[in-house]
C-alpha cells in the first residue's frame, strides 16, 4: 500500500511542473501577438508620417522690350553700273560693236582716278529682239537683230569727282547707267553709337511699362541685337544727257541697330 502511493504522488507531482510549463507557454505566446502587433502598427506610423516636399521655385516676372537707335553719317563711297548696249543684224557684230564701246568707256574711267579694283563686270547680256526704230532709220535691213549689253560695277572713292566720271562715261559711249548708290566704308566707326542709342530706348520704354504696372526695373538678363548697318541703297542724281559734269547731292546715310532686352521686374 505505501509503494502505491508513493507512486501516485510521484504521478501527481510531475503533472503539475507540465500543467505550469504550458501555462507560461501560453502566456508568452499571449505576451508576444501584442508586441507582433504593435510593432507593425507603429512601422505602418512611422511609415506614414508626413514627408516634406520641395515645391518649385516661383518664376520671376520679367519684361521683353525693343528699342532702336540710329546715328546720321556722310557717304564715303559711291557704286555706279555703267553700260553699253549696242545693237546689230549679227550676233558676232553686235557683240564686236559693245566691247570696243566698253572699252572706250572703261578707259575714260581709268583716266578719271578709278583703280582696277575697284571696277567689276556685274552683267553680260545678247539676245534677239525686234529690230528698234534707230536701227531701222540707219537704212539697216531686217525684223530681227541681236542685242548685247555690258554693264560695270564701278566703286567710287573720291566722290568730289563722282559728278566727272558721270559725265565722261557719256561722252565716251555709255548709255546705260544707274546709280549712284552711297554707302560708307567702314559703318563699325559709328554703330557704336547707334548701339548705344537703341539700349536707352529699350531701357526707357521698359521703365515706363514697369512704373504703370507699380514695379521697377531689375537685372537686365539679356541683350540680343536683331540688326545693324547702313539703309537699302539710294538712287540720286540726274539724267545723263550731256557729255558734262553731272551734279550729284551726297547727303547723308543712317546707320541704325535695333536691340531686344528681357528685364527682370521687381516690386518697389
Known sequence: MGGIANAARRKVSYAVPVMILSEESTMRKAFLVPVAAFAVAFSTAVSAEPQELSLPAQKMPTIEVSGTGGV????????????????????ATAVAKNSAATAKVLSEIAAAGIEQKDLQTSQFSLYPQTATASYASKGASGTFTFRASNTVSVTVRK?????????????????????????????EKY?????????????????????????????????????AGGPAPVFRGAAYAKAQSVPVEVGEETLSAQVRIVIELVKP
Open 191 to 227: 554703330l557704336g553709337d547707334a548701339r548705344r542709342k537703341a539700349v536707352e530706348h529699350a531701357l526707357a520704354k521698359a521703365k515706363t511699362y514697369a512704373e504703370a504696372a507699380g514695379l521697377k526695373l531689375g537685372a537686365v538678363l539679356s541683350i540680343v541685337e536683331e540688326g
Open 159 to 187: 566722290l568730289d569727282r563722282l559728278g566727272e566720271i558721270l559725265g565722261a562715261s557719256v561722252a565716251a559711249g555709255s548709255n546705260q547707267i544707274s546709280g549712284p548708290d552711297f554707302a560708307v566704308s567702314e559703318p
Open 72 to 91: 546720321q553719317v556722310k557717304p564715303d563711297i559711291a557704286v555706279i553700273r555703267i553700260g553699253v548696249a549696242t545693237e546689230d543684224a549679227n550676233a
